[in-house]
Each structure stands twice: as structure tokens, then as C-alpha cells.
């Protein structure tokens, strides 16, 4: 186990590698939009838009040898220094942990929220089967994964912020980062978290189901009712734990899905300057070094929880092991 | 940006040719601003300002809270290539004077004067104070900052506009000749330098805090000093203090008790006061619809909204909606080079002529922009000094606006070309049908819209339109960088926009038309439109070749002060462009900005944010 795991953390340093060295390069013959306009506002005012291309990649540290620079950043990055990014002034490592406790703040109750409820509903509609409960279930669903998060959150706002007034539009951060376990951070939390959960709990919620019609009628499901055993410790010992194993790969995916594509939709709808809206703002703006940053984040959450999930197959199954090559 | 003042973007234009020493002259403004219903009553603190406190302590004021939808990259002014960024900076750092939209020039931290136009005097007032310990402003400090960042060479520091203190790439003399007086010695003429934005709105920073980087050209020092992050040095300069910057959320800053223009007595009375809010907030709201929502609800004072929503805000009580002039123009841009599929026919005026009256301008403003613009017909907006309704030649409104004169024009004109009329429809040496390609910039539903109009347009003359959307950066990359691709070395070159002669010169990836690159019409200093208009223009990437001499006029414009003469030169230039047709001109913008309904201040006019200091809430 310990050799698969190392083998494992190792092929994620060969991974993180070849995803940077990736980025650095299509970041670097990607159309710079800010140069553009820059370089344009000063031939449209008679200026050189030569010298203010310089300037540009001055300010920006652009004014070396590609490689020159790529070297330099994973010199830097060896040392524990993560760059600068200049379109924040301030150092790259220090935007990430500024902005990973707001993701987290919605993030991880919408994840436990879904997973929660996910598997309930799911366990539940499976053991009633095709009842109007099921049904029902099966309908907020369906109407969670179509719903788009973005319009969805807007009308959302729409409703309880301007019409009813229950919660605030603007995410105020500094509420979030001075008294983040209030009832006022809860509230301007609230709509986030449902949004997010509601897409999320849908998946988790049919795999759920799924999986446990395999084993509602399964022979030692049966057995154990045979032998007398409750209705709730059928569902949690003899029907859940089997069930746990296939759903775990999807939940490693459904953090992913959750941190990487719906947190930028969300961040950006309700205003939480979180990674999501980090790594788009970076993005948009070709800020390198933040590209970089931002990058790892994810590329470390997928190789690390992708290997957490195997590992957690040998708890959950004792038929799996990782049994070290002599 | 609703409070956005970006010289840089409005651009230089008209004379300022001042007596000397004119802060007492301002008071006279302040009438006018008053009657404007800015007044600030006597004595200070009003009803409107907020509940004075029974104890006699510092009267409440309201807070503004302004929604954008990006926020700020730097607070080094020095690397500031963005209007977010230079916005915040301007709450804490006045700049050097104000613009008024008389295109008088307002003293803040400076007056600035001449006598014959060509040796500028700068004068700093008495009062100003750096913070974090770096003394008195002096003219060392700028003589400092001019000669030793600004016209550094190597550049540095990374200026953005190195070009602003150069005049035919030699540095412009800069002279202390007091404590608080320098001089700026131009090599020629120049009636409109205080309105370019050189001294207008400039920055410095002590001679104490550049000293520490200046040596080594450390630039990247330099960005990252704790004093130019926090804006540390800006002392009395500014009306509100840096409280603090949450980088992708809200930028802060706190009104400034030590503000230098409270102690001074030549500027109007509600400057004293200034400003109205205790604080002044940049909250960043990515979403459109979030931004509209936070107005609806009280939690933003102001927000740009987009000509799609206004409808949603009209008759709301609480906001209140209104409509600046701007100077940037959108036109239809021909390639004239000779990578474009009609290229020869797009070179002769004659022809730009006939295509001007195909497109209806009036229709675009009314229908695609919901009003919120006003058709152009030159390269000056209509509120321009400089523009004359006599002298400029309108295409694409009224009468006309037909394809009839449209199908005339092309048909008359078409003979020296490859292309002629087969039927209703244009076609080339071959038989083919010739089809345009029209690149435009995605992002915006109304320039895509536009588009799809134009194409229509052309579609009822005889010429097919393709549409292609594209990222800006592409657009600029693919279609307007343009260089030699001919045999030998070009005969001249005038950059990356304009790589030489329209025949040899041409861009990566053809194209025909191109639509969603606005151009700035520099009202104030008109001359800096002249790189759109000769030739070897530093910006003419779509190979224009004029039939007026435009270079003569532009510096008979340029090096008299005789404002007669200068304007009836423009007005020749302007009304010779809308003849000539080197693109479709098609409309001015305009910016439209949602307020809190008890937002008192803002004028429609152009240059409006220049006073926005004395801006105050006035609550019943």
C-alpha cells in the first residue's frame, strides 16, 4: 500500500509538471487582449505602440526568453515562491488563500448538504420504489441537474433579495472573512449553497438510488430480514455500505465538478471573490503566474482525491487491496 | 466606469491659452456649479449632508457605493493601463488639476500657465502634504519624477505613456524654477498642452520614495513597496484615504480630514466641504444582472447599466438613470489593403461614398442601441467645438439613406475596378459573386446585431456578407497588426498597425470589414485623431490614402493659438473626412449610469466626473 501510494504521489509531481508546462505555453501564444488594447490606445494617440509594448511587458515581467522565464517561475516554485501576479498586486500563494476560505465557506455545505441529502433521498426512493415519493424525488432530480446555475441563481436573487429582502445581493467579503460563522454570513450564504446543492444533490441522489435497487432485493439483503434485522439497519449495514463503494468515484468527481466549473458560475453570479472568479479573472487577464497557481489547485485536488478514492476502496470493499510488488 | 475620469481615454484637444495664475478666476465657476444645484450651503454641513450631531462633533455622512464589474490591478500609478485601477487611485491622489466641460482647466494640486503657448509654467499650491513621512510636495518632486520615470530611457518603471513627455523622441525640458514652480520648455507650439492628458491629471510620487528604486531600475521594487500598495504617500492630496483593498471585492477608502483643498480660498465653496461621504466604495460585481439587482435594492448608490436594461429601471423611484456623451465612435472599418476580396473598389472614395448610403445610421441608434447613441458623420462628435453642421457631409440618414443612390454610386464608380453589376447582384472579373467578410468583436449583442443590419444592407445593394465573430485580442492579432509582406525591405513603416505601403503591407488573415473597434475622437485636442488620417498613420491599419492633404492642415491646426484659425482649419479637416469616407462612420456612445435616486451632481455633459467630489446624497 505505501508503495502504490508513493508511486501514485509521484506520477501527481510528473502530472502537475506537464499540466504547467502546458498552460506557460498556450498562455504564451494565446491573443493578449490587454497588450491589444494597450498597444492600440497608443498608436490611435499618435504614441509608439512599440515602446508600449515594452513597457507592457515590462510591468508584466513578459521581457525575457520564453524559456528564460519558465525556468525561472519553476526555480521559484521548488523554493516554495509561487510568483507574483501582477494584475493583483500581491503574491500568487497569498490570492489563493485569500480567496480559498470564500469557495470553502459554500462549497463544503453544499457538499455535505448534497451528499447528504443525495444518498437519503436516493436510499429512500429505492426502498419505495415507484411510490409518488419516488416520484418526487426523482422530479426535483431531474429539475436540479436541467435548472442552469447561472439563471437560476439570478432568479433566485431576484426573488429573495430584491423582492422579498431576506438576503443581501452584494456578498459583502469582509462580513464573510471577519465574522464567518454569524447568522449574517449564513444569510448572504444561504442562496450559494442552495444553488449549488441543488445541482449536486441531483446526481448523487439518482446514483444513489441506483445503486441500491441492486441491492433492496439483493439474497443477504433477504437474509438479514429473514433473520429479523430492522428495517434501519438493513438500510445502513446491508444496503448502504455496498452502495458507498461505486458512488465514492462519482463523489471525488462531483467535488471536482462542484469546485471547478459550478463554482465559477456561482462566484461569479453572487459576487464571491473566491477561486472560481481567481482563476476566470486570471485567466481572462493572462496573468501567468496566476494561471500557474490556480492551475495546481485543481490538478492537486484531482490526483489527491482520485488516490484518496482508491484508497477508500479497500475501506469500504475487503475484497480490494493494494498489495505491494515484491 | 460611472465616476471614471480617464484623461488618458478622453484625450487632449482645444486651447487653454491662460493668464497667469488663474485659482481666483474658479470662484466664478462655483456660481455656475451652484445654480446647477451643487450648492453646498453656508457654513458647512447640511440636511443633505446628513444628520448633524447634537454634540458638535463631525456631522454623519452617507456612504457611496459604486458597482463595477472589474476591479483594480494595481494602486501603482505608474503600471495603471486600466480605468478600474486609476479610479481608485484618483479617491486618494487629485492629480495635478481638473478639466471642466467648458474645457477650462480647474487647479487642484496645480495651476498651469503660459504666455505664448510654448513654455508652460506649473505651479503647486502650498498646502500639499505626502504622507508616511516624505515631507512637502515640491517641484522637486516632480522635476524628479518627469526627468527620472517618465522620460527614463530605459523605460524602468514601465510608463505607460513614455510618449506623453517626448516630443520627436527627445525628452521635453522640465526646469524647477522655485520651490512650488517648474517649467516645461515644449521644442514648438502647442495651444492645447494643458488639455492632452500630460500635466492633466498627472500623478507624482515623493523624490524619497522613487530614489529607493531608481537606482537599480527596480520596477518590480518599486510595485511591490508597502507605501505605493496602500497608497501610503497620498497624505492630504486626495479627498478619501485608503482604508482598504479586498482584492476581487471591494476597494475602500475613508474621507480624508486633512484634505489640502479645505484650507485653500480660491476654489468654489462646496470644493471645501468636499467630499459629501464618509466613504467611497468600489464593490466588484461581476454579474450584470447582480449589478442591476444590488442598485434595485439600495445596496449599490451607482452602476453602469447597459442600453438592454434601462427599460427595467424606468419608473423606479429609488434609481434614477442618466446619459453621458461620449467620444468614442464606432465605425464601419474597409480594408483599403490589399489582402481584402474588394479592396480596389474600397480604395476609391467614390465607392466608400455609394456603400455609406446603403447602411441606415438612424435605424442602428434607434433600433439596435434603443437610442442610446447618436449617429456620427465625422470623425468629431456633434457636441465638439470643433465640429460644423456646414462643412460635413452626411451619408445614411433621411434622403440620404437608399440603396438606389447606393446601386447608382457602385455602378458609376465600379468601371476601373475588377467588380461590376451582373443584374442586381456585385460580381468580379470571374462571374462570382463578391463576398465580403465582416469581422466583428464578440461580446456585445448590439455590435452583433449591427452587424447583421450591415449585412442585410449590403445584401439589398448586390454584396454578400459573411459574419465572423471574434475575441478582440484576435481580431487585433489576425486582422489590424498588418507588415511587409512583399519582396525587399518597405519603403516606411509606422508599427505594428500600420506595417508600410497598403499594397505590401498586409494583415495575417484577410478580411473586408470590421465592426466593434471604437475609436477615441479626442474632442478636446482634435489633432490626436491625426495617425486615423495620413498615411504612414501610426493606427490607419486599414490602409487609407487620402485625397486631402491632411498632414499640412494638421499642423496649421497645431502650431497657432490663434483659435480662429485652428478652428476653421478643423472644421475643414472634419468636414474633408466626412467626404472622404475612409470608413463608415456610424455612431458616438454614450455612457448611461444608474444612480440612487438622491444622487445630486452629475450632469449629462461630457467630462462630467471631473467634479464629482462635490457629488452628495440629498435625502428627504
Known sequence: MKRYTARRIAWAGVVALLILTITFVLLELAPDSQLARVQFRAAASGESAEAAADAYARRRGLDGPLWERYLEYLANLASGDWGWSDTRSQPVAEAILTALPYSLMYTVPAVLVSTTLGIAIGLYSAFNQYTKADYAATFVAFFGVSIPNFWFGIVLLLLFAVYLGWVPVLFDAELARTRTFSLANARQLALPVFVLATSAIASTMRYARAEALEYVRAAFVKTARAKGAHEWRVLTRHVLRPTLVPLSTILVGDLLGVVLSASYLVEVVFGIPGLGRLSLEAIRRQDTALVLGTTLVPVFVAVIGNLLQDLAYAVLDPRIEYGDRR | ?620
Open chain 2, 1 to 620: 466606469m460611472p465616476s471614471g475620469s480617464d484623461p488618458a481615454a478622453a484625450g487632449p484637444s482645444g486651447l487653454a491659452r491662460r493668464s497667469r495664475r488663474s485659482f481666483l478666476t474658479l470662484l466664478g465657476l462655483g456660481g455656475s456649479t451652484s445654480l446647477a444645484g451643487c450648492n453646498a450651503p453656508a457654513g458647512g454641513s447640511s440636511a443633505t449632508d446628513g444628520p448633524a450631531t447634537g454634540d458638535g462633533s463631525a456631522p454623519e455622512r452617507p456612504d457611496y457605493v459604486e458597482g463595477t464589474a472589474t476591479g483594480a490591478q494595481t494602486l501603482n500609478f505608474l503600471s495603471v493601463d486600466d480605468t478600474p485601477s486609476a479610479n481608485r487611485i484618483e479617491l486618494a491622489l487629485d492629480g495635478a488639476y481638473a478639466i471642466t466641460p467648458e474645457q477650462d482647466v480647474f487647479p487642484l494640486w496645480a495651476d498651469i500657465s503660459t504666455d505664448e503657448g510654448r513654455v508652460y509654467t506649473v505651479e503647486l499650491r502650498e498646502n500639499l502634504e505626502w504622507g508616511a513621512g516624505y515631507g512637502r510636495m515640491t517641484a522637486e518632486d516632480w522635476v524628479y519624477m518627469i526627468t527620472e520615470v517618465f522620460q527614463a530611457d530605459p523605460n524602468w518603471a514601465g510608463f505607460p505613456n513614455p510618449g506623453d513627455w517626448r516630443r520627436g523622441g527627445d525628452p521635453i525640458p522640465v526646469e524647477k524654477t522655485g520651490t512650488r514652480s517648474f517649467e516645461i520648455r515644449l521644442p514648438s507650439v502647442d495651444p492645447a498642452f494643458p488639455l492632452r492628458p500630460v500635466m492633466w491629471g498627472a500623478f507624482c510620487m515623493p523624490k524619497g520614495l522613487i530614489e529607493r528604486y531608481r537606482p537599480d531600475r527596480d520596477q518590480e521594487g518599486l510595485q511591490q513597496d508597502e507605501d505605493v500598495q496602500t497608497l501610503a504617500y497620498a497624505g492630504n492630496l486626495g479627498p478619501y484615504s485608503f482604508e482598504r483593498w479586498d482584492r476581487g471585492s471591494a476597494f475602500v477608502a475613508v474621507r480624508n480630514d486633512d484634505y489640502y483643498l479645505r484650507e485653500v480660498e480660491d476654489v468654489p465653496e462646496e470644493w471645501r466641504e468636499a467630499p459629501y461621504f464618509d466613504s467611497y466604495t468600489y464593490e466588484v460585481v461581476p454579474e450584470e444582472s447582480s449589478r442591476i439587482s444590488a442598485l434595485r435594492s439600495g445596496e449599490l448608490t451607482a452602476t453602469d447599466v447597459p442600453e438592454t436594461r434601462v427599460e427595467q429601471l424606468e419608473g423606479l423611484d429609488d434609481v434614477d438613470v442618466r446619459v453621458f456623451p461620449q467620444a468614442y465612435m464606432t465605425a464601419l472599418i474597409y480594408n483599403q489593403r490589399a489582402n481584402g476580396a474588394f479592396y480596389e473598389a474600397l480604395r476609391k472614395p467614390a465607392v466608400r461614398r455609394a456603400l455609406a448610403y446603403a447602411v441606415d445610421k438612424r435605424s442602428i441608434v434607434d433600433d439596435v442601441l434603443r437610442g442610446y447613441a447618436t449617429v456620427a458623420h465625422t470623425f468629431q462628435p456633434t457636441f465638439s467645438t470643433w465640429y460644423a453642421d456646414d462643412e460635413v457631409t452626411e451619408y445614411g440618414v433621411g434622403d440620404t439613406y437608399s440603396h438606389e443612390r447606393a446601386r447608382e454610386g457602385l455602378a458609376a464608380n465600379l468601371g476601373s475596378t475588377p467588380y461590376r453589376y451582373d443584374g442586381d447582384r456585385v460580381v468580379d472579373e470571374a462571374g462570382e459573386q463578391v463576398t465580403l467578410d465582416l469581422v466583428f468583436a464578440q461580446g456585445s449583442q448590439a455590435v452583433e446585431t449591427t452587424a447583421q443590419v450591415v449585412a442585410q444592407e449590403y445584401d439589398a445593394i448586390g454584396l454578400d456578407v459573411e459574419l465572423s465573430g471574434k475575441q478582440y485580442g484576435a481580431i487585433v492579432e489576425q486582422h489590424l497588426y498588418n507588415s511587409w509582406q512583399s519582396d525587399g525591405d518597405p519603403p516606411w513603416g509606422a508599427g505594428p498597425y500600420n506595417g508600410g505601403p497598403r499594397d505590401g503591407s498586409v494583415s495575417q488573415e484577410p478580411w473586408d470589414l470590421v465592426l466593434g473597434i471604437t475609436f477615441n475622437t479626442y474632442p478636446r485636442t482634435p489633432s490626436a485623431i491625426r495617425g486615423f488620417t495620413v498615411e504612414r498613420g501610426g493606427i490607419n491599419f486599414y490602409g487609407y490614402v487620402p485625397e486631402t492633404d491632411f498632414g499640412p492642415l494638421f499642423e496649421a491646426a497645431t502650431s497657432t493659438v490663434d483659435e480662429d484659425a485652428r478652428r476653421e482649419t478643423f472644421e475643414e479637416i472634419f468636414g474633408a473626412l466626412s467626404a472622404e469616407q475612409p470608413f463608415n462612420f456610424l455612431n458616438m456612445g454614450v455612457e448611461i449610469v444608474g444612480y440612487d435616486s438622491a444622487v445630486a451632481g452629475p450632469e449629462e455633459e461630457f467630462g462630467y466626473t471631473w467634479d464629482r467630489n462635490t457629488w452628495r446624497l440629498n435625502r428627504q
